[in-house]
């Protein structure tokens, strides 16, 4: 399978896929049906399609990766969606007001 895109998102972020559909010359027009999403792997990501579906968020769970595939007519296009662990940049330490004892 090849993947028209791969994604990389960390822990709770969420993205915004958008399905436009292409003549073979490259050029825009309006879906001759109603986009149809999919996702493999639900523990990894979940999405939420628009109300006319023609964009789609998809919001990161859990480490691992998932399949996003959007299906117009005959036409599938597939996003592989990589969820990764948050890296540890900085500790940061904060304090209160001090307060008489």
């Known amino acids: 399978m090849s993947f028209s895109l791969t994604i990389p998102m960390t822990n709770s ?3 915004t ?3 436009q559909c292409m003549d073979v010359c490259g050029c825009p027009f309006d879906a001759p049906s109603t986009p149809a999403w999919s996702n493999s792997n639900n523990s990894v990501a979940t999405i939420d399609p628009a109300t006319n579906n023609l964009s789609c968020d998809v919001i990161a769970v859990a480490t691992g990766f998932t ?3 959007v299906t117009v007519n ?3 296009t597939t996003t592989r ?3 990764n ?3 540890l940049n ?4 904060t304090a209160n007001e001090p307060v008489m004892q």
């Open 13 to 15: 972020q969420k993205v």
């Open 17 to 19: 896929l958008n399905a």
């Open 67 to 69: 399949d996003v595939s």
């Open 74 to 76: 005959d036409k599938t």
């Open 81 to 83: 969606v990589q969820v």
């Open 85 to 87: 662990a948050p890296v």
């Open 90 to 93: 900085v500790v940061q330490v």
